[in-house]
């Protein structure tokens, strides 16, 4: 501390939503998205750079390597420089401490070029991270849900600081469901507990004419605290769930984010999704190489849908393990696994929105049980693209491209 110290530098492109789009990138590539249904050139990077050494020379490295710039807007009277994240790693490559510059990210002119992007583009599904400001997040949310109501919108939390601008938001753009805006949010333990803190602060779970009702329908009742007490004995994972709160924190927040996918590091992923036919869970064959370990669902309550048909809404929970491949790795990057992860799974869901018109594993219905097989198989192959990132001394591998 206090002097300088030998060791080796590198440098690279990244930032949260470079990651996730090179990683959406390499997966649509992949044999594993492979179809003829999907334009594989059909992801965009949008961001902001300042009018300096750093953002040309990041345009030209992406121009020289035929990648798609058009997203990518110069700021000439920015007063911010273009943003950098500069971190220092162990001899395991594990993070020690970082610095990121993100100011240029936050500053309003990003609303109205992702906008202007959005408009153009008409996605799938767009991938926000917390790097932009609550206010351009806000509005942006505004703009899918007045003129892109199909799009799936996923917030990437970034970190746990930054995961409370979600929750800052306009709340005419963070609705309960079956309104909600957000489809998915693919937080840490950290970022969900940001998460829930900063909800709570907002009191958006004292709304007792649309949170409350919701969450009594899910059914997280005695018997299900019962029922997940028991379970707990046998799966580890669950203990430390109950004992650290993560469990309760995403049934509290299903309503308004009702796709959690919980990243759990060496232990795995824990999905707690919010679903409108908890019934049809027990009879899904677990034949796929791909199962989850466990799947537990909640009773839920009986309602009518809007074909006047009689199904129950309920909470579901399946653990995905790290997968054996991904065990004893040599460590040489940490900094790109969970982009990885994400970006392959963006990937994936743009497979899945192609080839099941206007449905995704996103939605809270099963409507066929290739459907559900498809979301195990895609988020077992998404831990397997982080695993090959934390291999690489990229931040995102170009291996996630070979996946098969």
């Known amino acids: 501390m206090n002097d300088s110290n030998p060791g080796q530098t590198r440098s690279s492109m990244g930032g949260v939503g470079y990651n996730v789009s090179l990683a959406c990138k390499y997966g649509l590539e992949s044999p594993s998205c492979s179809s003829e249904n999907i334009d594989r050139s059909s992801y965009r990077f949008v961001s902001v750079v300042a009018n300096d050494f750093a953002g040309r020379s990041l345009l030209k490295h992406l121009d020289s390597n035929k990648v798609d710039t058009s997203g990518i807007k110069i700021i000439k009277d920015s ?15 594990e993070l020690l401490v970082a610095c990121a510059d993100m100011a240029i990210i936050e500053e309003d002119f990003i609303t109205e070029h992702t906008v202007t992007q959005l408009a153009r583009a008409k996605p799938d599904c767009i991938v926000l991270d917390c790097n932009i400001s609550s206010s351009a997040m806000s509005n942006i949310l505004q703009y899918i849900r007045n003129n892109l109501e199909k799009t799936k919108v996923i917030i990437e939390p970034t970190s746990a600081p930054k995961a409370a601008r979600l929750s800052h938001v306009n709340s005419k753009n963070l ?36 949170w409350f009702p919701l969450l009594d329908t899910l059914g997280v009742d005695s018997l299900f605290r019962e029922k997940l007490n028991k379970q707990a004995q046998q799966y580890e994972v669950l203990r430390e769930g109950l004992k650290r709160g993560f469990l309760q924190q995403s049934f509290q927040l299903l ?55 009689s199904k129950k809404m309920g909470i579901v929970i399946q653990y995905f393990p790290i997968p054996e491949v991904n065990k004893n790795l040599k460590v040489k990057n940490v900094t790109g696994a969970g982009d990885s992860l994400l970006g392959y799974l963006t990937a994936r869901l743009s497979l899945s929105s192609k080839n099941i018109v206007g449905k995704a594993w996103l939605e809270p219905e ?11 198989e895609s988020i077992y192959k998404a831990q397997i693209s982080s695993g090959l990132s934390l291999q690489s001394n990229e931040a995102i591998s170009p291996e996630i491209a070979k996946i098969k």
Do not use: M
Request: hydrophobic letters at 30%; a negative charge; aromatic letters at 12%.
């Open 79 to 93: 007063k911010n420089s273009t943003a950098q994240y500069s971190s220092i790693h162990n001899t395991n490559g």
């Open 175 to 210: 609705k309960v469901f079956p309104n909600n805006i957000i489809s998915l949010v693919s937080p840490t333990v950290a970022e969900l507990n940001t998460f829930h803190s900063s909800f709570s602060n907002r009191e958006l779970f004292d709304d007792y004419d649309e």
């Open 255 to 309: 309503p308004y984010l009702p796709n959690i996918l919980l990243k759990l590091g060496p232990s795995g992923l824990l999905y707690i999704g919010l679903s409108t036919s908890i019934g049809d869970y027990s009879s899904i064959p677990t034949t796929s190489d791909y199962c989850p370990e466990f799947t537990i669902t909640t009773n839920g309550k009986e309602f009518i849908d809007s074909d006047g048909k």
């Open 366 to 376: 099963i409507n066929r049980i290739e459907d559900e097989w498809f979301k195990w």
